[in-house]
């Protein structure tokens, strides 16, 4: 078995056997893009919908959601089984995660594209001439959400508490990076606090690259992300255990 070999299980035995998380990645999105759009539409301008406020800040919300995830995929009980064969089958023990972070990154993409494909075809949200960019953003995003999941599951070997941690974290991060409501709504001191939030810059950085055409922000968020994800997989390298997963 060869890696391309097993990415392609991990994607079939993980992620389109499975009803619920088939769900999650491909309709779910929609589903509350769709809802606090239509809730809110009054309470936004004509220059800029709530379509197009929740069309580009739902989907940081799901991409936070990857690192419960892939959580599941690495310590639930019923992957102990493929995780001893995969042990036996290659010189390498940190292939066992390698490839589901991969397979879970491919089907995180497709999510994506299918999500931004439906938000502009259907109901004209707006991502400028930077849709390329859009999606980038959302990977990178999505990337460290996995990286950090798998992190936390590795080193805390409990993937309750893991999938707790990474809940509490991406409600916050959301709820101060006004991903649900503008920040302004909370008030001063709730501004100030939202900048605490890495995803208030990221959202920012869009906005600023789907309307404004200005990058600078954009692009420093991604690299701190990407660096920050390294070292996530780094510590993830050091602090894995084959007995762990078996």
């Not at 739902?58 to 995929?73: D, H």
Request: proline share 1%.
């Amino acid at each position: 078995m060869n890696i391309i070999n097993l990415v392609k299980f991990d994607f079939c035995y993980h992620i389109l056997k499975k009803t619920a998380i088939l769900f999650y990645l491909y309709l779910f999105p929609t589903v509350i893009f769709l809802l606090f759009s239509y809730l809110t539409k009054s309470q936004f301008t004509t220059e800029i919908s709530s379509y197009d406020y929740y069309g580009l800040g739902i989907m940081i919300y799901f991409q936070l959601s990857m690192g419960t995830m892939i959580s599941n995929m690495i310590m639930e009980e019923n992957v102990k089984l493929p995780n001893m064969r995969i042990a036996y089958a290659f010189n390498s023990e940190t292939i066992i995660y390698i490839s589901k972070i991969i397979a879970l990154l491919f089907a995180d993409a497709l999510s994506i594209v299918l999500y931004m494909s439906v938000a502009t075809c259907v109901f004209d949200v707006e991502y400028g001439l930077n849709v390329v960019g859009v999606f980038i953003e959302y990977i990178i995003l999505g990337f460290f959400s996995i990286c950090m999941g798998a992190c936390l599951c590795i080193v805390l070997n409990d993937e309750s508490s893991c999938n707790n941690i990474l809940g509490v974290i991406q409600l916050l991060l959301c709820l101060l990076g006004g991903v649900f409501f503008p920040v302004g709504k909370i008030g001063k001191f709730g501004e100030q606090l939202s900048n605490i939030s890495i995803v208030k810059w990221i959202y920012l950085g869009m906005v600023q690259m789907v309307y404004c055409n200005k990058y600078s922000l954009v692009v420093l968020v991604s690299i701190c992300a990407v660096w920050i994800s390294i070292g996530l997989l780094f510590i993830a390298r050091k602090k894995f255990r084959i007995e762990l997963m078996l």
